[in-house]
Nanobody, 126 residues
Framework: QVQLVESGGGLAQAGGSLRLSCVAS????????MGWFRQAPGRERDFVAS????????DYADSVKGRFTISRDKAKNTVFLQMNSLKPEDTAVYYC???????????????????WGQGTQVTVSS
């Protein structure tokens, strides 16, 4: 079992930055790929970023490439999403997720993730 708790959301102005954190509990966390997804009102949950267990491979949605960075600190059981150059269209609830398989590659498909946090709201004003 893996439990995930996100934090770091809030209100930012366009062009600003926020850093989301996702603290995990569970002994298999360090062996799982992790992902960030987001869901805006009236929309489906969309992929944002993913990182393998080793941290060597990452994947990003086109809409956030060059602006967002996913990272992980295994010693602290934490995954981060650094969000720079924020835009109003980045407004959403952001979720971190742990892959259902151990030692998998990155994935942009929500069905590949078994464990989810409760989400943290990010609001970007223009």
């Amino acid at each position: 079992q893996v439990q995930l708790v996100e934090s770091g959301g809030g209100l930012a102005q366009a062009g600003g930055s926020l850093r989301l954190s996702c603290v995990a509990s569970g002994r298999t966390f360090s062996n799982r790929a992790m992902g960030w997804f987001r869901q805006a009102p009236g929309r489906e949950r969309d992929f944002v970023a993913s990182m393998t267990a080793s941290g060597r491979r990452t994947d990003y949605a086109d809409s956030v490439k060059g602006r967002f960075t996913i990272s992980r600190d295994k010693a602290k059981n934490t995954v981060f999403l650094q969000m720079n150059s924020l835009k109003p269209e980045d407004t959403a609830v952001y979720y971190c997720a742990a892959h259902r398989l151990l030692y998998s590659g990155t994935s942009s498909t929500s069905l590949d993730y078994e464990y989810w946090g409760q989400g943290t709201q990010v609001t970007v004003s223009s």
